[in-house]
């Protein structure tokens, strides 16, 4: 069964450097999206990516982040300068040919700041 | 008021029993509704999706939708201890990209 592949699984950085997200969405899917989830709290939107932009994204993906999608498979997501509050797990997701149909999600990439 | 709302629980159902759990949402746009499972340390993962109203059933799942209710549910009948997990509420409007979740429903299947 196809599914959303993400790397790396966990990610500890010093606060202040740059890190990048890894993901592999399934392969006939046309929308890409991040979300995190702080410890103990709820799902959050990120960011969606369709046709090689930005589609929409939320309050929390300020400056400090991006999302690329450098060749016909990863969809990444670089945060420049990590701040202690950055510590989440972060959920790449992707669906098919419409952006309000079924969403499947990776596995998750625990980012710890320290 | 929280856009997706559901009760965080904890929502302790004996094994075999119907497990039921709800969510409302505030913005009449929605058009559709999602319903993840999510293990402690997991990621959420797709069970059932309703975009009309009345009941779709899947398996042991039915989902639920009453849209001038502005409401939505997941009943789980005969529940197994490996139901227990957390089910997220999630809802989208039509032809936007992203999913509002609510805070979820920890849910404990008694043997």
């Known amino acids: 069964e196809p599914e959303v592949t993400q790397t790396p699984s966990h990610q500890v950085t010093q606060m202040g450097q740059e890190v990048i997200l890894r993901c592999v969405p399934i392969s006939n899917h046309l929308y890409f999206y991040w979300y995190r989830q702080i410890l103990g709290q709820k799902v959050e939107f990120l960011v969606s990516f369709y046709n090689n932009e930005i589609s929409e994204k939320s309050e929390i993906f300020d400056d400090q982040f991006s999302v690329e999608r450098p060749d016909g498979s990863n969809f990444t997501l670089k945060i420049r300068s990590t701040k202690l509050e950055d510590s989440a797990m972060y959920f790449c997701?992707?669906?098919?040919?419409?952006?309000?149909?079924?969403?499947?999600f990776g596995q998750g990439t625990r980012l710890t700041v320290v | 008021q929280k856009e997706v709302e559901q009760n965080s629980g904890p929502l302790s159902v004996p094994e075999g029993a119907i497990a039921s759990l709800n969510c409302t949402y505030s913005?009449?746009?929605?058009?559709?509704f999602f319903w993840y499972r999510q293990y402690s340390g997991k990621s959420p993962e797709l069970i059932m999706f309703i975009y009309s109203n009345g009941d779709k059933e899947d398996g042991r799942f039915t989902a639920q939708l009453n849209k001038a209710s502005q409401y939505v549910s997941l009943l789980i009948r005969d529940s197994q201890p490996s139901d227990s997990a957390t089910y997220l509420c999630a809802v989208s409007k039509q032809g936007a990209q992203k999913l509002v979740f609510g805070q979820g429903t920890r849910l404990t299947i008694n043997p």
């Open positions: 997701a992707s669906s098919g040919d419409r952006g309000d149909t079924e969403a499947f």
């Open positions: 913005d009449r746009g929605s058009q559709s």
